[in-house]
T-cell receptor, first 109, second 114 residues
Framework: ETGVTQSPTHLIKTRGQQVTLRCSSQSGHNTVSWYQQALGQGPQFIFQYYREEENGRGNFPPRFSGLQFPNYSSELNVNALELDDSALYLC????????FGPGTRLTVL | AQSVTQPDIHITVSEGASLELRCNYSYGATPYLFWYVQSPGQGLQLLLKYFSGDTLVQGIKGFEAEFKRSQSSFNLRKPSVHWSDAAEYFCAVGSYSGNTPLVFGKGTRLSVIA
């Protein structure tokens, strides 16, 4: 049990819509990272937040954005959804060692 | 750029048999190395990690891994596999600073047969 929770568990959206995914941790880690895991692939890094500031970004377009709050919970926002955005979205807390939540399964129709 | 290769997409072993999952990495500096396990539809659970020191590291569920710098490898082993070990296994590389994100391999799916 990592103490990392994500919501919602599943959701279905249509192309062009916007979505917000949430992540929280009981550990109080000040670093949170988001990953996208397409079916049959390993997770791909989206971005990382450290003390409420973006601290690194992977090869994802600007329509993927995030926030980290003073309590270190975090949101991932995706605008103008595309079919290829269908994936499992994972958040992880920690720096040297990252602990993952259960993920949010996003399906874009 | 750093990369991780897991050469085996799918491995099937008999329950009670030994297991070795291969992982090779490419990284310019001293790597931090990890193995995670993922059950269907679930998040990633940390099995073990290597930062420095003893190159043979022990993890949860009876798993171990050996870091071999000369071969750029970090293979995962278990002496006796249980049916509950069936899952997807991911090797990942990171760095000491924490600013470098984890880079994952594509995973190895383990099936266990009776």
């Amino acid at each position: 049990e990592t103490g990392v929770t994500q919501s919602p568990t599943h959701l279905i959206k249509t192309r062009g819509q916007q979505v917000t995914l949430r992540c929280s941790s009981q550990s109080g880690h000040n670093t949170v990272s988001w990953y996208q895991q397409a079916l049959g692939q390993g997770p791909q890094f989206i971005f990382q937040y450290y003390r409420e500031e973006e601290n690194g970004r992977g090869n994802f377009p600007p329509r993927f954005s995030g926030l980290q709050f003073p309590n270190y919970s975090s949101e991932l926002n995706v605008n103008a959804l595309e079919l290829d955005d269908s994936a499992l979205y994972l958040c992880a807390t920690g720096r040297d060692t990252q602990y993952f939540g259960p993920g949010t399964r996003l399906t874009v129709l | 750029a750093q990369s991780v290769t897991q050469p085996d997409i799918h491995i099937t072993v008999s329950e009670g048999a030994s297991l070795e999952l291969r992982c090779n990495y490419s990284y310019g500096a001293t790597p931090y190395l990890f193995w995670y396990v993922q059950s269907p539809g679930q998040g990633l659970q940390l099995l073990l990690k290597y930062f420095s020191g003893d190159t043979l590291v022990q993890g949860i569920k009876g798993f171990e891994a050996e870091f071999k710098r000369s071969q750029s490898s970090f293979n995962l082993r278990k002496p006796s596999v249980h049916w509950s070990d069936a899952a997807e296994y991911f090797c990942a590389v990171g760095s000491y600073s924490g600013n470098t994100p984890l880079v994952f391999g594509k995973g190895t799916r383990l099936s266990v047969i009776a």
